[in-house]
């Protein structure tokens, strides 16, 4: 297999491969790949489904994983994303009871399982509406790459004191911010909002990580100058947040019209015209701006 398309920003390289990602990931070079962050199709109906079987999603994580294995060096890591698959109103974690299992089979080792909790997505009748999805970072062996101080986040009280002991009176909080937890909120004005409908990040693909949160575990977990790949890379993003943290990237992506969603967006990146969320500032509403008010009728 050879590269669909190359991109360069500076020292940094972006390869992009048209078709199958684990067929992509075999033939790298055993150990050349720092960080892998994807989110394989868990067969859920998406425009790019092609089965809702549990048993398709099963083999194709037992198909990924010996590749993600080869690829990775010793001590990288793997960023799982995946949600849960509903069958009729009934509802199997991913995650847990098919990811957890073949990755611990494959001698991977858990750091921790992330919930990435959302404030949008459709509404349940029947039970109450899922709002997160889970992300899995496992390490390949102990001697593992974790850079908690370049993914700190501002507290949200940053000048708390002590208040007894002998520190009373000094700063309790790291000057740095604090440690992002393993709920990520991106709910949340002050975390990482969602890609939804209006958002300056949103393409035609279906399911978009936001650019942020991929950034996150870019800075945290892949040294400075390495690789990162991603062999279902959809629109790209886990590119785009490579290459914007100072990380080079490979990736694959099967379906052609997703392929060129990555391939523009990355096209803007190089030229300097991609906007990302950051880009954007939060607007509050103002003191005594009309917003949505409670119907009378409401409780
Ligand atoms: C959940 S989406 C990934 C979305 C991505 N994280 C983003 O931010 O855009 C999964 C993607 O994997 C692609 N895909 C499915 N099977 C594949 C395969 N064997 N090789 C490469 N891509 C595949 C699908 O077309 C889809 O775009």
């Not at 995946?82 to 990755?103: C, F, R, W, Y």
Request: charged share 25%; net charge positive.
């Amino acid at each position: 297999m050879k590269p669909h398309a190359g991109y360069q920003l500076g020292d940094l390289a972006a390869q992009l491969w048209a078709g199958d990602g684990v067929r992509c990931l075999a033939e790298m070079a055993p150990g050349s790949i720092d960080l892998v962050v994807t989110s394989p199709p868990y067969f859920v109906g998406k425009e790019y489904d092609t089965s809702t079987s549990i048993i398709d999603f099963c083999t194709e994580v037992r198909r990924a994983i010996p590749a993600v294995r080869h690829v990775l060096r010793p001590g990288g890591s793997i960023c799982f994303q995946v949600g849960n698959h509903v069958q009729k109103g009934s509802l199997t974690p991913l995650d847990a009871l098919i990811v957890h299992e073949m990755m611990r089979e494959s001698e991977f080792v858990l750091r921790n399982r992330i919930i990435w909790t959302f404030g949008h997505g459709s509404h349940a009748i029947k039970r109450f509406s899922g709002r997160h999805e889970t992300i899995l970072w496992y390490t390949k062996g102990n001697n593992y790459t974790f850079d908690l101080d370049a993914a700190r986040v501002r507290q949200r009280y940053p000048g708390k004191r002590h208040y007894k002991g002998p520190k009373k009176g000094t700063w309790s909080g790291n000057p740095l911010g604090k440690n992002p937890g393993d709920v990520w909120d991106v709910g949340e004005i002050w975390d990482i909002p969602n890609v939804k409908a209006n958002h300056i990040e949103k393409t035609d693909h279906p399911c978009q990580f936001p650019a942020a949160l991929v950034r996150r575990l870019v800075v945290a977990l892949c040294p400075e100058g390495g690789v990162v790949a991603d062999p279902y890379m959809g629109s790209g993003t886990t590119a785009v947040a490579a290459l914007l943290e100072g990380r080079s990237f490979a990736g694959a992506e099967m379906d052609p019209n997703y392929l060129s969603i990555a391939e523009e967006r990355l096209s803007a990146l190089v030229e300097g015209r991609l906007r990302t969320r950051e880009d954007v500032p939060i607007r509050l509403p103002r003191d005594g701006e009309a917003v949505s008010q409670r119907p009378p009728h409401f409780r």
